[in-house]
């Protein structure tokens, strides 16, 4: 398979005029949590030539390819995701770390990533998650279909957030890390992993008995996290500057020092 996607990055890169320095797994399978019958969910950051960053006019900055079977192709152009990374947005921090890189070029990425604690606020972070596990808890009280996949939607929230509560660092991405990393109640981890487990085995429904004790669980869990008090980000915000040498610099990397 992988030969496959990069045989679609390539024709992406053609067809676009741009060449693709990194791509990666998003997702379920980035997660540790994928089935068989899981999406390719492939997110990719690329660089246009010089001259597409001098125009005046407004430029597209995203690539998304029609998903074709089961696989989903969508990139952000560097200048964009430079901005995106200045900003601590989470889908970045999630490719950037994620264990699953299908193809990694120049020396932008490690950069980005060396830069992450300086950069990546971790209360900006902790709120996104929060949101997300609260909104997930509230929908799966409304939704009757594939309920494990919607536990595993709330279960990766909180673990982020308590990661962050507990340890004041970036979580890991894969579960499997996150969950090694905490100290949650024996019984209700086993819960997890067996409902990681029914994911991975194309399982999507599962009995009231089966989730209510996790379920609660992961309320309560909730609560917890909407009454932390976040501490202040600890991070100095970087000058402007340095993000647009990590650009220019980036772009002389790619293309040649002549820029």
């Not at 005029?17 to 540790?32: P, T």
């Not at 994911?199 to 009454?227: A, P, R, V, W």
């Not at 991070?235 to 500057?241: G, R, S, V």
Request: net charge neutral; aromatic share 12%.
């Amino acid at each position: 398979m992988k030969k496959d996607l990069l045989f679609a990055l390539n024709q992406l890169e053609r067809m676009n005029h741009v060449e693709i320095i990194y791509a990666c797994e998003s997702g379920s399978r980035a997660w540790g949590t994928a089935s068989f019958s899981s999406d390719f969910d492939v997110r990719f950051i690329y660089v246009h030539p010089v001259p597409y960053y001098l125009s005046i006019q407004e430029q597209d900055d995203v690539i998304h390819s029609p998903r074709h079977e089961s696989l989903d192709f969508q990139g952000w152009d560097l200048k964009k995701t430079i901005k995106l990374f200045q900003k601590s947005n989470p889908s970045l921090y999630e490719w950037l770390y994620s264990p699953i890189v299908y193809k990694e070029k120049y020396s932008i990425i490690q950069q980005m990533r060396d830069l992450s604690m300086e950069v990546i606020s971790l209360p900006a972070l902790f709120h996104h998650y929060a949101q997300m596990a609260k909104r997930n808890i509230h929908h799966f009280s409304e939704q009757n279909q594939n309920k494990v996949k919607q536990l595993i939607n709330i279960f990766r929230p909180i673990c982020m957030c308590k990661w962050i509560m507990e340890k004041q660092e970036l979580p890991p991405v894969q579960l499997k890390k996150l969950l090694g990393g905490l100290n949650l109640p024996k019984k209700h981890l086993e819960d997890i992993h067996s409902i990681i487990q029914m994911k991975k085995d194309d399982k999507t429904s599962i009995l009231e008995n089966e989730y209510q004790e996790i379920f609660i669980f992961l309320q309560d869990e909730m609560k917890g996290i909407e009454q932390y008090k976040e501490p202040p980000s600890i991070n100095q915000k970087l000058p402007t500057e340095r993000f647009n040498c990590l650009f220019i610099n980036s772009l002389k990397e790619v293309w040649g020092n002549s820029i």
